[in-house]
């Protein structure tokens, strides 16, 4: 079984939609989350960080940590066809070394 | 945030050969890691870059096929050793700053 196991997809919506991705985990260790946004023949540019359990938002994004399910999510609202991308979760514990997801390429159709 | 930038953006190398990838920080930083993306797939940590002294190599990772420098607080340099064509893939730098880490864009490495 992988640390972390994210759906690879891949997904499409329509512009406007609302874009929702997650990820599970098995470390109870993990305690920093990340999403990171990769385009194509790019490196992987860091779009959310929490810490613990709890909801964040940032513009159009809002990151939420379950720690007691493992499981975490990210929501793109009114998606945009910019939002193309392979999106990646990614998580640590202290040590500052991180366990990514497989990455789910996500398609917003204009 | 840390910027990072990495030289060769991309190159094509025969096989047996080797191909050094230097990774620049635009402040100091403590942590400095190197990535594998093989193609098609997520990330995989290679190792933990320690300055003045020898690199931390994850399972499934050596020094002699992947030795690795750590001169300073901003600088490091990943070499890949004896390329095969398995070794093609991208090569990220990363840079912890404050709780989160970064990337550097990344060295995509074909061999042939």
């Known amino acids: 079984q992988k640390e972390v196991e994210q759906d690879p997809g891949p997904l499409s919506v329509p512009e406007g939609a609302i874009v929702s991705l997650n990820c599970t985990y098995s470390?109870?260790?993990?305690?920093?989350f990340m999403w990171y946004r990769q385009y194509s023949r790019k490196g992987p540019e860091l779009l959310m960080y929490?810490?613990?359990?709890g909801n964040k938002e940032d513009g159009r994004f809002t990151a939420q940590v379950d720690k007691s399910s493992k499981y975490i999510s990210l929501f793109i609202r009114d998606s945009q066809p910019s939002d193309s991308a392979t999106y990646l979760c990614a998580m640590r514990g202290n040590d500052y070394k991180l366990s990514f997801g497989a990455g789910t390429t996500v398609t917003v159709r204009a | 945030s840390a910027v990072i930038s990495q030289k060769p953006s991309r190159d094509i190398c025969q096989r047996g050969t080797s191909l050094t990838i230097q990774c620049q920080v635009d402040?100091?930083?403590?942590?400095m890691f190197w990535y594998r993306q093989q193609p098609g797939q997520s990330l995989t940590l290679i190792a933990t870059?320690?300055?003045?002294?020898?690199?931390?190599?994850e399972s499934g990772f050596v020094i002699d096929k992947f030795p690795i420098s750590r001169p300073n607080l901003t600088f490091s340099t990943l070499t890949v050793s004896n390329l095969s064509p398995e070794d093609s893939s991208i090569y990220l730098c990363?840079?912890?700053?404050?709780?989160?880490?970064?990337f550097g864009e990344g060295s995509w490495l074909t061999v042939v």
């Open positions: 929490t810490y613990s359990s």
């Open positions: 990363s840079a912890q700053s404050g709780n989160t880490i970064y």
């Open positions: 402040s100091q930083v403590t942590m």
């Open positions: 870059a320690n300055q003045g002294s020898e690199a931390t190599y």
């Open positions: 470390n109870s260790a993990f305690q920093y």
